[in-house]
C-alpha cells in the first residue's frame, strides 16, 4: 500500500490491512510529532482500519508528495507540521475559504464530503478555531468587548481571521505587534492595529487580552510580553488568556493572577486542535467532546 509512498519520504512506513489513512506531514513528524497517538486512539475506538502515520519530507519534494497524495484515494488527508504550512496553502489555497486565505497557511488538508472539490484537496486552520473555543462562551454571549490582540504571526493571523469571521460586528479587536502590520479593510471589519509601544495607551480599556506571540514559551520561560507594572493597569475585570501551553503557566499569567486577574491558558486550545482536524479530515459520528475525552 505503501510502496511508492515510501520511495518519496524519508522514513519508511510499514503499516499494513488499511482501509484508509491520514498523514502528518513535516520534515521529521515520526520523531516525537503526538498526533498520530492521538488521532490512532481515535480510530481504534470507533474499530476502523484505519491509521495516521507520519510522512518525513525534504522541502523539495513536497509538492510531489502532495500530488500522490491527492491521487491516493486511501488518502484521507491530514495535518500539516512547521515548516510546511504556507507551502500546503499554496498548493491549495484556490480550493479554501476566505478566512483560509488572510491567513495563508494551513494546518490541515482533507477531501470535501461533497461537490466540485470531491477529488481535491482543502484545507483549513484549526489555530484560530481552537483558540476561540476556550473564550468562545465569553465571545457569544457578551456585547462590545474591547479585546486586545498580541502578534500577527501565524497565531495571531489564524486567531484574528477566525475572530473577524464569528465576531466582528459584535466586538472591537486591537492587534498589537513589533512591526508595522497593514490589514485590508480594517476599519470596516472593526480592526485596529498598532505598534506594542501603543499597548500602555489601550491596556486599561480592555475586557479580554490574548497573548499570541511566543513570548513566555518554555524557551524563554521568564521573559513576559507585558511587564507587571504595565499589567496593573488592567481593570480588575479583564481576562487574560495565554495560548502557550508550555509550561502551562507563564509568567504573563503568574503576574495577572498575583494582581487578580482571570486567566486562560493553551492547554484545551492546543488539544482542540487535533480534535478539529480530526473531525475534518475523517467522517465521524463521534462528537467534539468525545474526541477530546478519547485524546486526553
Avoid at 63 to 82: I, P, S, T
Avoid at 95 to 122: H, Q
Avoid at 226 to 255: H, Q, R, W
Wanted: contains cysteine; charged residues 25%.
Amino acid at each position: 500500500m505503501f510502496s511508492h509512498l515510501n520511495e518519496i519520504i524519508e522514513n519508511e512506513i510499514k503499516e499494513s490491512n488499511l482501509d484508509f489513512y491520514s498523514v502528518i506531514v513535516g520534515t521529521k513528524p515520526s520523531v516525537g510529532a503526538r498526533s498520530p497517538k492521538l488521532w490512532n486512539k481515535v480510530y481504534k475506538h470507533e474499530g476502523k482500519k484505519v491509521r495516521m502515520v507520519p510522512l518525513d519530507v525534504e522541502e523539495g519534494n513536497i509538492e510531489q508528495l502532495f500530488n500522490y497524495l491527492k491521487q491516493d484515494k486511501h488518502c484521507l488527508g491530514g495535518a500539516v507540521a512547521v515548516p510546511f504550512k504556507e507551502t500546503v496553502f499554496n498548493l491549495i489555497k484556490d480550493n479554501v475559504e476566505e478566512e483560509i486565505k488572510d491567513i495563508g497557511a494551513v494546518n490541515c488538508f482533507y477531501r470535501p464530503p461533497s461537490g466540485s472539490l470531491i477529488d481535491e484537496f482543502t484545507g483549513t486552520n484549526t489555530d484560530g478555531e481552537a483558540a476561540l473555543e476556550p473564550i468562545k462562551n465569553q465571545l457569544t454571549e457578551s456585547q462590545n468587548l474591547n479585546i486586545g490582540l498580541l502578534g500577527y504571526g501565524g497565531a495571531g493571523k489564524a486567531i484574528l481571521a477566525f475572530l473577524s469571521r464569528d465576531f466582528k460586528k459584535k466586538h472591537k479587536i486591537h492587534i498589537f505587534n513589533r512591526s508595522p502590520i497593514n490589514i485590508k479593510d480594517s476599519k470596516k471589519r472593526n480592526l485596529y492595529t498598532y505598534s506594542l509601544n501603543d499597548l500602555e495607551t489601550f491596556l486599561p480599556h480592555f475586557d479580554l487580552l490574548i497573548n499570541a506571540t511566543s513570548v513566555g514559551h518554555v524557551e524563554s520561560i521568564d521573559i513576559t510580553p507585558i511587564p507587571i507594572k504595565l499589567l496593573a493597569k488592567a481593570k480588575n475585570t479583564m481576562v487574560v488568556y495565554d495560548i502557550i501551553y508550555d509550561p502551562l503557566k507563564t509568567t504573563l499569567l503568574k503576574n495577572s493572577e498575583e494582581i487578580g486577574l482571570r486567566t486562560i491558558n493553551g492547554l484545551r486550545m492546543n488539544l482542540i486542535q487535533a480534535v478539529l482536524a480530526y473531525c475534518y479530515t475523517n467522517h465521524t459520528v463521534l462528537a467534539k467532546e468525545e474526541i477530546y475525552k478519547i485524546m486526553i
